[in-house]
């Protein structure tokens, strides 16, 4: 028997987006990116701004990327960097996070108190998260299986390169992106060119669950000579996918952001071996991208759709879309 969702209303819910960024995003890992060569990486827990850095003695340390006077965000782009400036009011702020100098400052009292927040962060190879918690479950528990069942399909996190980031928009609430990424179900009639190249039919698309994270398995077609025959789809509670089409060997990882509740910022960073055929990226890429654009039509539907508030929710077919089912459970957990 089909299951009920969770009421289409949430998709349009100012008051309900608040809930969601106190009792989900500031008490989650929150994906933010890679460092490599750059030892200054900001990013977004929810709608909260943090950054990442790496000081001289590779020490790394994240922080609340708001500035102590008037709340500016003080960096706004990846680079390499000694200090970090406000660009507002020329505050600079150490590595370390602690006040260095501020024009005028000796009107203030107590400078030695205004120093960046600091926050947890958590590496898995090359990546970085953050969370605004100190009481959240460690990264580890949160990765669960995930990092084995990358090894074992073939991907060494540690050994791919970062290519590039892609930074986009959608016009529908964060929850209905989540979910549109959750299942496989629309893929013969939504992915002509995915489900032309890789296995979408019951049973052969598999479907798993675990406490911190959801994950999709679907096999090539034509898996002769290639050296990732099965591509692996997960999503960490709450909001970061990662992605492996199978092939050769690619990962792209990032966060579902909500912005407003019918607007979703999507980030996205690419990996691929250090030797890859950069004709084959390219191709690669291409297909991704119209991947994604098929999915951006999907979801803005959606939100005109369920967003409107002319039916009250909908149902969910239980097999085909338990991901879906265990996703909102797992919201109405967090909400309650």
């Given at each position: 028997?089909?299951?009920?969702?969770?009421?289409?209303?949430?998709?349009?819910?100012?008051?309900?987006?608040?809930?969601?960024?106190?009792?989900?995003?500031?008490?989650?890992?929150?994906?933010?990116?890679?460092?490599?060569?750059?030892?200054?990486?900001?990013?977004?827990?929810?709608?909260?701004?943090v950054?990442?850095?790496r000081?001289?003695?590779?020490?790394?340390?994240?922080?609340?990327?708001?500035?102590?006077?008037?709340?500016?965000?003080?960096?706004?782009?990846?680079?390499?960097?000694?200090?970090?400036?406000?660009?507002?009011?020329?505050?600079?702020?150490?590595?370390d996070?602690?006040?260095?100098?501020?024009?005028?400052?000796?009107e203030?009292?107590?400078?030695?108190?205004?120093?960046?927040?600091?926050i947890?962060?958590?590496?898995?190879?090359?990546?970085?998260f953050?969370?605004?918690?100190?009481e959240?479950?460690?990264?580890?528990?949160?990765?669960?299986?995930?990092?084995?069942?990358?090894?074992?399909?073939?991907?060494?996190?540690?050994r791919?390169?970062?290519?590039?980031?892609?930074?986009?928009?959608?016009?529908?609430?964060?929850?209905?992106?989540?979910?549109n990424?959750?299942?496989c179900?629309?893929?013969?009639?939504?992915?002509p060119?995915?489900?032309?190249?890789?296995?979408t039919?019951?049973?052969?698309?598999?479907?798993?669950?675990?406490?911190?994270?959801?994950?999709?398995?679907?096999?090539l077609?034509?898996?002769?000579?290639?050296?990732?025959?099965?591509?692996?789809?997960?999503?960490?509670w709450?909001?970061?996918?990662?992605?492996?089409?199978?092939?050769?060997?690619?990962?792209?990882i990032g966060?579902?952001?909500p912005?407003?509740p019918?607007?979703?910022?999507?980030?996205?960073?690419?990996?691929?071996?250090?030797?890859?055929?950069?004709?084959?990226?390219?191709?690669?890429?291409?297909?991704?991208?119209?991947?994604?654009?098929?999915?951006?039509?999907?979801v803005?539907?959606v939100?005109?759709?369920?967003?409107s508030?002319?039916?009250?929710?909908?149902?969910?077919?239980?097999?085909?879309?338990?991901?879906?089912?265990?996703?909102?459970?797992?919201?109405?957990?967090?909400?309650?």
């Amino acid at each position: 028997m089909a299951e009920t969702t969770t009421p289409w209303a949430w998709y349009r819910d100012p008051a309900l987006l608040e809930r969601e960024e106190q009792a989900i995003f500031r008490r989650s890992w929150q994906y933010v990116g890679v460092l490599g060569e750059r030892n200054v990486v900001p990013g977004w827990a929810g709608r909260a701004p943090v950054v990442v850095v790496r000081d001289d003695e590779r020490a790394e340390r994240a922080f609340v990327n708001v500035c102590r006077h008037r709340g500016s965000v003080v960096v706004e782009e990846a680079g390499n960097r000694k200090t970090l400036q406000c660009a507002y009011h020329a505050w600079t702020y150490g590595l370390d996070g602690s006040l260095r100098s501020a024009p005028r400052s000796e009107e203030l009292s107590g400078a030695g108190d205004l120093g960046l927040v600091e926050i947890r962060l958590g590496a898995w190879g090359p990546f970085r998260f953050v969370n605004l918690d100190g009481e959240a479950p460690p990264l580890e528990d949160v990765l669960g299986e995930v990092p084995a069942m990358l090894a074992e399909g073939g991907i060494d996190v540690d050994r791919l390169v970062f290519h590039h980031r892609v930074d986009w928009e959608v016009a529908a609430n964060w929850k209905i992106a989540t979910e549109n990424f959750l299942e496989c179900y629309h893929c013969a009639v939504a992915h002509p060119g995915f489900s032309a190249m890789v296995e979408t039919s019951p049973g052969e698309y598999r479907l798993e669950r675990r406490p911190w994270h959801l994950s999709q398995f679907g096999r090539l077609k034509d898996p002769s000579g290639a050296p990732l025959p099965e591509g692996q789809f997960h999503l960490l509670w709450p909001n970061t996918g990662i992605n492996v089409f199978p092939g050769r060997p690619n990962l792209s990882i990032g966060p579902i952001l909500p912005i407003a509740p019918d607007r979703t910022r999507r980030i996205l960073d690419y990996f691929f071996a250090p030797d890859e055929d950069g004709a084959w990226i390219t191709e690669f890429l291409e297909f991704d991208d119209q991947v994604g654009r098929e999915d951006a039509r999907l979801v803005e539907s959606v939100q005109r759709g369920a967003g409107s508030g002319a039916i009250p929710d909908g149902r969910l077919l239980p097999e085909s879309e338990q991901l879906v089912a265990a996703f909102q459970a797992k919201l109405l957990q967090a909400l309650d």
